[in-house]
């Protein structure tokens, strides 16, 4: 392939790569596919290399086991096997939550989890009751789960979740308690001995909701992020994938300084000057299902240097400029010109020529671009090469 004609703007290519296991070479592997692109003339100073998160985790063998998440609850938050548990505003997913949630009742196995879900949906967007019943719900109602069994179930999957969440306690020994509350002080009523805030996004925000109480209120990040065990993720169990029946896959760990070794190695093999993210869920929300797509703490979990300054990706009015000169009268080559002008003249976002655009991180645009482009379903591409977003063709 010859390299991209200068008419091409930004695009995105997935790399096909062999079969990723736990202690492989992956920066071997990132540079035999990079080398590849190199030869079709594809790769360029200021492209950006995407790799997902769950290949780095994979090849770190970044995995823990249900086993360990007790273990832990019970060595390091004094957690005993008669203990009430409280679990608040869990995400409903099998293969985001499941384990996690077996996990904590092994803890507890002649004890309580009491489950606080949000509806009518959780924090990303999954609906927990079904639409009809939803639509009339008052946002500050309180429901139990033996009041709402029949009108609970996920539109696309069509799980019950809170049953099956309660399925989940009850096959580890415990007693499960399920209720339905958007107010999350309810849960203090019921007197847990430890209470793991388990949404994504709004984590820190509700743990400070808690911080005179009695007992203790941890976040999922708090689980699983020691540095010093075999496995570990400064996220801890935020961002984590089911691997099997008993292991969870969590996020990669030390994902700024594997994305710099990335950099230097395609600098010093390639001569490139690339820049490289670690890639997770896609910040977009389905327009059908109304699912807000990320589930990981956010897009990118590790990058190189270039990104951490939040820079931005802001743009002029295109049309908006185009069709004043046009109703001015002024040619085609006059509206080009005065294009050109405003974009190398440098404007502040609340300048008139930025109207109606929405300045966004360019790290989570492009980790999101990447994720689209890989797919949930994975293509086989768990490498994505990112052009014309950073460097100018």
Known sequence: MAKLPEYVGPCAFGIKMGVITPGCDLFGMILEAMQQCTRDNLLDDGD???ITESAVARAQDNFVSTDDIAAELLKKYHVKPD???GVLFPITSRNRFALILKGLAKAVPQGEVIVQFSFPCDEVGNMIFKPEF????QSDAKF???EVRDKCGH???KINYPG???EIIEAEGARAKIYFTNNPEAIISY???CLIISSVHDRLKIQKVFDDKTFRAITLQDICSDPSKPAWSEWGLLGSNMSSDNLLNLAPRNGDV???DVQKIIREELGKNIEVIIYGDGAYKDPVSGIYELADPQPSLGSTPAFRDGRLREGIKYKMLADTAYAEGKSLAEIEEILDKVKSGGHGQSEIVNEGTTPRKLEDIIASLADLVSGSADAGTPLVLVKGLLSKR
Do not use: H, I, K, M
């Open 48 to 50: 950006v290399v995407c």
């Open 134 to 137: 939803a639509n009339n719900c």
């Open 164 to 166: 099956y969440y309660q």
């Open 83 to 85: 203990s009430r548990l």
């Open 258 to 260: 594997f994305a710099g």
């Open 144 to 146: 139990s789960y033996e």
């Open 155 to 157: 539109p696309v999957t």
């Open 191 to 193: 007197q847990p001995d």
